[in-house]
């Protein structure tokens, strides 16, 4: 399992890379960690800012039910995303 960090300030501190070091050697992505992962990476900024924003409100326009309903919900969100919107998606 790989831990991935955003580049938030506080994911940068010595005490969380520490915390990480001890619980995921060699398996975390942010600054100063085994892997590198800029933090404005074009790889994730569409994902984070754009598409879990639209599979969001469409998953959670109506409670759910059943942790089954909430993973039939978010499957159905995704395959609603046509692949001309995830084209548009990297500039």
């Not at 520490?18 to 790889?43: K, M, V, Y």
């Amino acid at each position: 399992m790989w831990l991935q960090l955003d580049g938030a300030p506080a994911h940068f501190s010595v005490t969380v890379r520490h915390h990480l070091n001890e619980h995921f050697p060699n398996a975390w992505i942010g600054r100063q960690g085994p892997t590198a992962w800029p933090p404005r990476s074009a790889d994730l900024t569409p994902m984070d800012y754009f598409l879990w924003r639209v599979v969001k409100s469409d998953v959670y326009r109506v409670p759910a039910t059943t942790r089954e309903d909430m993973v039939e919900r978010i499957q159905q969100s995704f395959q609603r995303i046509s692949p001309l919107v995830l084209s548009n998606l990297y500039f």
